[in-house]
């Protein structure tokens, strides 16, 4: 670790990401599964959310470990050198202990771990918590969202069920001389908890039309802020990463913000609303099919219950 001239740890030192991962369940729901119990149809779901399938399966930390070892490979990394797992989810296997503690032992890890509930808006607080510990001395920080939303969705809510899903995804943080966590910005509107909220043993509840004017207004600012502060503007974005709620939020901000569609990584049509694993299960798929280049600016975009939203401007430096 480099230290300054005073021989201490060398602090505020930036981060970049060096590996990704991704896991979905094996079980498929196709919209047209929905047709036969639920007032709702293929047209409907595709045209107001632009989901046409989505995953069930696994479990929070299953999930999380199967993205996470993708990503410590990715990285080219061993678990030893992981120096702090930061887990974001809104649904751990159990309520006690966090989540993390599992996915730790399972990638036989060493480190400190921690759970981290931001809803959707969760691995982007995550991986701006984790670039913040870099920046306090840390070498590595694994960064992983991970949710399956199928356990805390009612089945027979035609407004929730097509919408939510499981999934996870990873990256890991290395320390850098040349940071490229360049801006974000973290926020949190607690007087909207009644629009979008899960009980203990209960299911999700939302008002939708709220939910979906809400999360426009808190992404297109909370981008504008964090490019800001990266002192970039939107033409400087090379793609987009959004939360992967419905494709009409993701449209309407794109055109608030000015950034066309086709800068746009969509994962949504196949995966539906993963929470904390949509943001990483996008970059995870811009990345494996080769659609980031080094230098690229990315801009990560989240909203969630709480209501909560945060935003993070990274280049892309692998
Ligand atoms: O991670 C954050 C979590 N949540 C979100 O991001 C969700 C944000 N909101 C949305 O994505 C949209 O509001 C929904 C997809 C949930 C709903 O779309 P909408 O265009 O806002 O529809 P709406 O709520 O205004 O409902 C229009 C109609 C209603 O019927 P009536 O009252 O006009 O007769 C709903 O009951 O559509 C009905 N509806 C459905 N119809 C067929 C609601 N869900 C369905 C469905 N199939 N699955």
């Given at each position: 670790?480099?230290?300054?001239?005073?021989?201490?740890?060398?602090?505020?030192?930036?981060?970049?990401?060096?590996?990704?991962?991704?896991?979905?369940?094996?079980?498929?729901?196709?919209?047209?599964?929905?047709?036969?119990?639920?007032?709702?149809?293929?047209?409907?779901?595709?045209?107001?959310?632009?989901?046409?399938?989505?995953?069930?399966?696994?479990?929070?930390?299953?999930?999380?470990?199967?993205?996470?070892?993708?990503?410590?490979?990715?990285?080219?990394?061993?678990?030893?050198?992981?120096?702090?797992?930061?887990?974001?989810?809104?649904?751990?296997?159990?309520?006690?202990?966090?989540?993390?503690?599992?996915?730790?032992?399972?990638?036989?890890?060493?480190?400190?771990?921690?759970?981290?509930?931001?809803?959707?808006?969760?691995?982007?607080?995550?991986?701006?918590?984790?670039?913040?510990?870099?920046?306090?001395?840390?070498?590595?920080?694994?960064?992983?969202?991970?949710?399956?939303?199928s356990r805390i969705t009612d089945q027979?809510?035609?407004?929730?069920?097509?919408?939510?899903?499981?999934?996870?995804?990873?990256?890991?943080?290395?320390?850098?001389?040349?940071?490229?966590?360049?801006?974000?910005?973290?926020?949190?509107?607690?007087?909207?908890?009644?629009?979008?909220?899960?009980?203990?043993?209960?299911?999700?509840?939302?008002?939708?039309?709220?939910?979906?004017?809400?999360?426009?207004?808190?992404?297109?600012?909370?981008?504008?802020?964090?490019?800001?502060?990266?002192?970039?503007?939107?033409?400087?974005?090379?793609?987009?990463?959004?939360?992967?709620?419905?494709?009409?939020?993701?449209?309407?901000?794109?055109?608030?913000?000015?950034?066309?569609?086709?800068?746009?990584?969509?994962?949504?049509?196949?995966?539906?609303?993963?929470?904390?694993?949509?943001?990483?299960?996008?970059?995870?798929?811009?990345?494996?099919?080769?659609?980031?280049?080094?230098?690229?600016?990315?801009?990560?975009?989240?909203?969630?219950?709480?209501?909560?939203?945060?935003?993070?401007?990274?280049?892309?430096?692998?």
């Open positions: 670790m480099a230290t300054n001239e005073t021989g201490k740890l060398k602090l505020m030192q930036g981060s970049r990401i060096i590996g990704w991962g991704a896991a979905l369940p094996d079980k498929v729901i196709t919209n047209q599964d929905f047709e036969g119990r639920l007032e709702t149809n293929d047209a409907w779901i595709t045209e107001r959310t632009g989901i046409k399938e989505r995953r069930y399966g696994g479990t929070t930390s299953s999930l999380a470990v199967e993205a996470a070892q993708k990503a410590i490979a990715s990285a080219g990394l061993a678990p030893e050198d992981i120096g702090m797992l930061i887990l974001s989810t809104t649904t751990p296997d159990k309520t006690v202990p966090a989540t993390s503690s599992t996915v730790q032992a399972e990638l036989g890890l060493s480190c400190g771990a921690f759970d981290l509930n931001a809803a959707c808006a969760g691995f982007v607080y995550a991986l701006v918590v984790g670039h913040n510990m870099i920046q306090s001395g840390l070498k590595n920080v694994l960064v992983i969202g991970s949710d399956t939303l027979e809510d035609r407004a929730t069920a097509v919408l939510f899903a499981d999934g996870a995804g990873a990256v890991v943080l290395q320390a850098s001389e040349d940071n490229a966590v360049l801006g974000w910005d973290l926020g949190v509107d607690g007087s909207l908890v009644p629009i979008l909220y899960c009980e203990h043993g209960g299911y999700m509840r939302m008002e939708g039309r709220e939910v979906f004017k809400r999360a426009v207004l808190a992404m297109v600012d909370s981008a504008h802020l964090a490019l800001g502060r990266a002192g970039l503007t939107p033409d400087d974005i090379a793609l987009v990463v959004p939360h992967q709620a419905n494709i009409r939020i993701i449209e309407a901000a794109n055109r608030r913000l000015g950034i066309p569609m086709e800068r746009t990584s969509i994962v949504l049509d196949t995966t539906g609303n993963t929470s904390s694993g949509s943001i990483p299960l996008a970059l995870a798929a811009a990345a494996d099919k080769g659609a980031l280049h080094p230098g690229d600016n990315v801009l990560f975009c989240g909203f969630g219950a709480g209501m909560t939203w945060a935003s993070a401007v990274v280049r892309w430096d692998i």
